[in-house]
Each structure stands twice: as structure tokens, then as C-alpha cells.
């Protein structure tokens, strides 16, 4: 453990079970987008049906990540990984033998809400085994985990979909889950560090009505953003002042409930007193606005715009993945030295080459934009793999271990948020480029990929403010350590 002496020497086993557990909850959000038409198909089911298997699953998994990592705090971080992983894998087995669309929705409530539990636990875990610079290494393989994921979905999509065929391929991108969760729950058994059993009562640790509040708060907000493709976010805009009183009331109770002396679900000083974690917070939220939507508007221009296979739109994709994985890794080593200035360097870079690819996607002839924009979105990955990690560590380099779950719910559900926002409102700007350039999709493309950019930096300017501060706390610091050794 992190605060004894000698490490725990399974560490960086456990670690590699995590993340692995972790790539395969995260690339469930990305790797179904393009099995969706292969769905419709062996199930006979509408565009808007289909739909929901993919935003069911955002739904849910946002919805327990906060009160998953409360839960890891509290019972024990081992404990619930294992029965979140058993529910995962048992989850992905009923998706993938669902015989209508509605059996499979349900399949994918049921699984987002399994991923949301698991998730939270790996950074919870990373903070309590690792210390240091190693945490930052952690972190940094954490943050290769988050990127890699996202980006490969689409290409082992594309890869099963082309093997088993159009009507059944999209039942073993779930049914894929089932081996690996299996091995993977075997190796956490014995490698993930065991706690002491506490004995707590269950009512007064766990704060169900803050779980109540926050969870019907992020279904207020997520509801009506994940009905924007299908054109009902008209018939749900009243949710939205729903999430903002809902939101009220949760920070109101949070804060009753500390005065009271009770457990909170999530301690809102983690926000007002932890240096680092509300603009490390937002700043995630903001970037993943911008980030995870490009995948989306990509694959609807080469598949929907200009006829290319699932495989062949996530081949485009590969080169942002490499690239991504690359500096996931360096910059994880290189955070404690550099600290907000490399987040800073990286969203530069992702801006650049996202600029670049709307550039790209509108000049060049559409038989050949695949190829050109394999070098922009390496140079967005390239960026983007420097984002992620070094922002999870610096957000939670100054959060109490004992928080550690409840803080990196929270830090994912910002990346939850920012990513249904995100991906509708690219999707909208998509569709809005496009009729305005008369049904011309590479205008569509480019209006997307330059609102991703303009979000990326608007994060760029939390991460120079958050540089900016870092910078004063550290002249205030050596000032006042001067002033204590020059009255000595």
C-alpha cells in the first residue's frame, strides 16, 4: 500500500488487471457505434431503438460512478471490483444472446451500470498502491487506457463485424467480453490487495438520498442529450432545469450532511479546499466535449458520407490510437517533472491537429481523405494521449485515500458528461455543415472537427489559468518558508 513502508510488490500486476478490465469497459462505449446497423438488421429493429443500445449504456454508466466509488471507499475497493466485474461479464453474455431489441436495451442498462461501478475503483486503487512518481507512471497507463480505448473501438468493431458477418457480427462485440472478463476476474482475485473487513452499517455510510439526488440529476442531464440524433431533444428540454434544481438540492445535502457529522457521498471540499481537483475536473470535462465526439462524426462521414466499411473507417482511426498509447506512457513519466505545463504543451498540439484534419476532410478528394488524415489525427493523438493521463494525476495528486473512489467517480462522471455533450454537439454541427453546404459532407466534417477544436481550447485556457495558480501557490509557498527561516 501507498502509506506503508514496503509497497505492495503485486502492484503493477494489479495495476495491468485494472486497466485491462478498464479498456474493456471503455471501449463498450465506442465499439458499438459501428455494430449498430448490424444490429438493426438481425433484429429488426428501427434506427431509434438501435440507438438507445448505445446511449443506454452512457446513461447508466455515468449514473453510478459517483456512488460506485463512494461504495469502494466504504466496503472496500477489492470487493466491489469483483462484484461489478462478475456483473460485466455476466451482463456482456446476456447482451449478446438478446433476442429483441428490447431484451438487449435492458442487456445495456445493466452493463453501463456494472461499468460504472468498476471504473471508479481502478483510480481509487492506483491511489492507495502507488506513491510518488510511480503514481504518475500508474496514472499515465491509466490515461493510455482511457484514450486507446476510445479510439480502437471502431477498428475491433469494424475487425468482428467483418468476420461473423453483418446480422450476427454485433452479438460477439459483447459476446468478446465474456472470456476476457472471466480471466480477468480469476488474475483480480488473487493479485488486487486485500483490506481488513470493517464493520459499518451500510444507512449511515453510505448517503443513499445524495445517490438519489445526484443520480436523478445526471439523468435530468444526459436524458435529452443523448436524444439529439434521433431529434427529440425538443420533446425533453425541460429535464434541463430539472438537472439544475436536482443539482441544487445535492450540493445543499452534501453539505447538511457533513455539518451533521455524517459520511457524505461525495465530499464537496474535495471541490472548495483539494488544490488541483476542481479545475483538473472541469478541465477533463471540457476536453472530453471536445475529444470523444470526433470518433462519431467520423465514422458517420466515411460511413454514411462516402460508403466506407465499418473496417475501413476504423483503419482512418488507427493512427490517432498509436499515437495516443505512445504519449499516454512517456507523459505519465514525464508528469512529475513538467506538471500542468505538459497538459498545457498537449492541448496545443491536439488543437493544432484537429484544425488540421477539418482542413484535411475539406480539400482533399474523397477517395483519398482517409490517407491524408492519418497524419493530423496522429498529431491529435499524439496530444491527446498527453492530456488524459497527466490531468487524472494532477487531479488527484492532493485527494485523501480514503476519497479516492468517491473522487475519481466524480472526475469520470465530468468525462461522462462532457462526452454525451460533446458527441451531440458534434453530431449537430455534422448535420448543420452539411446542409449548409448543400448534402456536402466534407463541409459537414470540417464544421465538427473545427467545433472539437475551439472546445479544446477553451480547455487549453482552464489548463493555463490552473498554470497560472499553480505557479502563485509556489511563490507564496517559498515566501513564506524565507520568512519562517529568516525569523529563526
Known amino acids: 500500500m501507498a502509506n506503508s513502508e514496503q509497497p505492495d510488490p503485486r502492484r503493477w500486476r494489479a495495476l495491468t488487471v485494472t486497466q485491462g478490465v478498464g479498456f474493456m469497459t471503455l471501449l463498450d462505449v465506442s465499439i458499438v457505434n459501428v455494430a449498430l446497423p448490424s444490429m438493426q438488421v438481425g433484429l429488426n429493429a428501427n434506427a431509434g431503438a438501435v440507438q438507445w443500445v448505445v446511449s443506454g449504456y452512457a446513461l447508466t454508466f455515468g449514473l453510478v460512478l459517483v456512488a460506485g466509488g463512494r461504495l469502494g471507499d466504504a466496503l472496500g475497493r477489492r470487493r466491489i471490483f469483483l462484484l461489478a466485474l462478475a456483473a460485466f461479464v455476466l451482463t456482456s453474455a446476456l447482451a449478446g444472446t438478446a433476442q429483441s431489441i428490447e431484451l438487449l436495451i435492458i442487456a445495456r442498462l445493466l452493463q453501463g451500470a456494472s461499468a460504472g461501478l468498476l471504473t471508479p475503483q481502478s483510480s481509487g486503487l492506483i491511489q492507495s498502491m502507488f506513491s510518488g512518481a510511480e503514481r504518475g507512471r500508474a496514472f499515465g497507463l491509466m490515461g493510455a487506457t482511457i484514450g486507446v480505448s476510445t479510439a480502437v473501438g471502431p477498428i475491433l468493431g469494424g475487425l468482428i463485424i467483418a468476420a461473423f458477418g453483418a446480422e450476427t457480427g454485433w452479438r460477439w462485440v459483447f459476446y468478446v467480453n465474456v472470456p476476457i472478463g472471466i480471466v480477468a476476474l480469476i488474475l483480480a482475485a488473487r493479485v488486487l490487495p486485500k483490506t481488513e473487513r470493517r464493520k459499518i452499517h451500510v444507512w449511515s455510510e453510505i448517503d443513499f438520498v445524495g445517490a438519489a439526488l445526484l443520480g436523478a440529476a445526471v439523468v435530468s442531464l444526459l436524458f435529452p442529450v443523448v436524444q439529439v440524433e434521433s431529434g427529440q431533444l425538443g420533446k425533453w428540454w425541460w429535464l434541463f432545469p430539472i438537472a439544475v434544481v436536482l443539482g441544487y438540492l445535492f450540493i445543499r445535502w452534501e453539505k447538511r450532511t457533513v455539518e451533521q457529522g455524517r459520511a457524505p457521498l461525495l465530499d464537496l471540499r474535495l471541490f472548495t479546499s483539494t488544490r488541483g481537483f476542481a479545475s483538473g475536473a472541469g478541465l477533463g470535462a471540457v476536453y472530453f466535449a471536445g475529444f470523444s465526439g470526433i470518433f462519431v462524426v467520423l465514422a458517420m462521414f466515411f460511413q454514411t458520407g462516402l460508403g466506407f466499411t465499418a473496417l475501413q473507417s476504423g483503419l482512418v482511426v488507427t493512427s490517432f490510437a498509436i ?166
Not at 498545457?344 to 477539418?358: E, F, H, P, R, T
Not at 518558508?481 to 529563526?488: F, G, L, M
Open 323 to 488: 499515437g495516443s498509447a505512445v504519449s499516454a506512457g512517456v507523459s505519465g513519466r514525464l508528469v512529475a517533472k513538467w506538471g500542468r505545463r505538459i497538459t498545457v504543451v498537449a492541448l496545443s498540439v491536439v488543437s493544432v491537429g484537429l484544425v488540421s484534419c477539418a482542413i484535411v476532410a475539406l480539400v482533399s478528394p474523397p477517395g483519398q481523405v482517409g490517407w491524408w488524415l492519418t497524419i493530423p489525427l496522429l498529431i491529435s493523438g499524439i496530444g491527446g494521449g498527453a492530456v488524459i493521463s497527466p490531468n487524472v494525476t494532477l487531479t488527484l495528486e492532493n485527494v485523501p485515500t480514503s476519497m479516492a473512489g468517491a473522487a475519481g467517480g466524480a472526475l469520470q462522471t465530468g468525462q461522462r458528461i462532457g462526452t454525451a455533450i460533446g458527441a451531440a454537439l458534434l453530431v449537430a454541427m455534422y448535420h448543420a455543415g452539411t446542409n449548409a453546404g448543400n448534402g456536402r459532407v466534407d463541409v459537414g466534417a470540417a464544421f465538427a472537427l473545427g467545433t472539437a477544436a475551439l472546445a479544446t481550447l477553451a480547455a487549453l485556457g482552464l489548463a493555463l489559468r490552473e498554470l497560472r495558480t499553480r505557479k502563485a501557490c509556489a511563490v507564496d509557498e517559498n515566501l513564506s518558508q524565507q520568512s519562517v527561516i529568516s525569523r529563526q
